[in-house]
């Protein structure tokens, strides 16, 4: 039973990590869609650009809110929670690494903190899957 509530901890901090990092990051879009109207070769997709990063962000924190629903879950062992949490995970995780992989922001520390919580995740709840109850439909063999 330690171990569930070791995980359950856990992956509640990383959500709320990955919820704070999903609100800073709406929190900068004005002063985002500001600097693209200063530049005469992407001004006229100002909107659309402003949109899409606020879309992320918004993502992010629904990752993170859903993260942070299945923590509570966690300790009881159930399925639905695990599989909840491990899709939060490589959502964030994927977004942070096309984030510094094609976007190329390899110095902001929000994509670090971000990615850290995800594969964490991932990785722990990988480690202790084989606690979680095991259904009909059961796709944790």
Request: with cysteine; glycine share 8%.
């Amino acid at each position: 039973m330690k171990r569930n509530n070791f995980l359950s901890k856990w992956v509640l901090i990383a959500g709320i990590v990955i919820t704070i990092t999903g609100i800073l990051h709406n929190s900068f879009a004005p002063g985002m869609h500001q600097q693209i109207l200063k530049n005469d070769a992407i001004r006229d997709k100002a909107h659309q650009l402003t949109y899409f990063f606020v879309f992320c962000g918004t993502g992010f924190i629904f990752a993170g809110l859903l993260t942070i629903y299945s923590s509570f879950y966690l300790k009881k062992r159930e399925k639905w929670a695990f599989i909840i949490a491990m899709s939060s995970g490589i959502f964030v995780a994927l977004g942070d690494l096309t984030a510094i992989a094609y976007a190329k922001f390899e110095n902001n520390p929000l994509i670090y903190a971000g990615l850290i919580c995800a594969v964490s995740n991932i990785i722990l709840l990988l480690t202790f899957a084989g606690s979680f109850k095991k259904g009909k439909n059961n796709i944790i063999q």
